[in-house]
Nanobody
Framework: VQLQASGGGSVQAGGSLRLSCVES????????TGWFRQAAGKERELIGE????????TYADSVKGRFTVSRDNARKMVFLQMIDVTPDDTAVYYC????????????WGQGTLVTVSS
């Protein structure tokens, strides 16, 4: 089942935005949920991931200190709070999941577009 990201839109530089990701209702709590983004002409980048069982979160250096990943365990939703955004944050944002012990993400949804204007 694909994970669905939403909440994208247009925002001015320095502003904030909160993205949401809906996991499958049958999602495995030992798995990981990751946030990715892909800017035009660039490779997809993993920007943050959360271990569902422990809540441990890791971030890419490009967003550390500005983006925050969180999870609502009861609703099986993961959020990406973005602050102090810059035009370099313009991208399509996706969420996906991977199994414990695996390095491969799957169940990609359509993504949500974030556009940051200067």
């Amino acid at each position: 089942v694909q994970l669905q990201a939403s909440g994208g839109g247009s925002v001015q530089a320095g502003g904030s935005l909160r993205l949401s990701c809906v996991e499958s209702r049958y999602s495995n709590d030992r798995h990981f949920t990751g946030w990715f983004r892909q800017a035009a002409g660039k490779e997809r980048e993993l920007i943050g991931e959360i271990a569902r069982s422990t809540g441990r979160i890791t971030y890419a250096d490009s967003v550390k200190g500005r983006f925050t990943v969180s999870r609502d365990n009861a609703r099986k939703m993961v959020f990406l709070q973005m602050i102090d955004v810059t035009p370099d944050d313009t991208a399509v944002y996706y969420c996906a999941e991977k199994a414990f012990g695996s390095s491969r993400y799957h169940n990609w949804g359509q993504g949500t577009l974030v556009t940051v204007s200067s």
